[in-house]
């Protein structure tokens, strides 16, 4: 039995309110053993679980105090594909949207794209965004 589209969105919504709150920890716990985790500013990803989380550790240290971070998908723009797959028998998964990004340095609007798999709970793979370039 594969994973569902409901269950994938409240996931979605955890690893959120846990990044939102700052707790590496809990974000980890959305990570899979393979995950790629980008950042807005580094063409290279951070690979494997175990270095991405050193370097969320590193990126909340530094930026929960000076900017709070926030990150927010705008309603209507999150989309998920299956890959063809049926609801239920899910193995993979992406999730593309555009986010709203605020910080004490102002707000950003970045494009996401998340990877993600299903192990018997949903993990995250591959977590990428974008910044938009303002018009």
């Known amino acids: 039995m594969g994973g569902t589209i409901a269950d994938l969105e409240k996931t979605l919504g955890q690893i959120i309110?846990?990044?939102?709150?700052h707790k590496v920890h809990e974000v980890?716990?959305?990570l899979d053993e393979d995950a790629n985790v980008f950042s807005v500013d580094a063409p290279?990803?951070?690979?494997?679980?175990?270095a991405s989380t050193e370097f969320l550790n590193a990126w909340f240290l530094q930026h929960q105090i000076l900017d709070k971070p926030t990150f927010s998908p705008r309603n209507?723009?999150?989309?998920i594909d299956t890959h063809g797959a049926a609801d239920g028998a899910?193995?993979?998964?992406?999730?593309?949207g555009?986010?709203?990004w605020y910080d004490d340095n102002g707000p950003d609007v970045l494009n996401f794209d998340f990877e993600c798999?299903?192990?018997g709970?949903?993990?995250f793979q591959r977590v990428s965004a974008t910044v938009v370039p303002p018009k």
């Open 28 to 30: 980890e716990k959305y």
């Open 117 to 119: 798999v299903y192990q």
């Open 121 to 123: 709970r949903w993990l």
């Open 44 to 50: 290279h990803p951070h690979q494997g679980k175990s």
């Open 98 to 100: 555009v986010a709203d």
């Open 90 to 96: 899910l193995t993979h998964a992406t999730i593309t």
């Open 76 to 79: 209507n723009t999150v989309e």
């Open 17 to 21: 309110t846990a990044f939102n709150a």
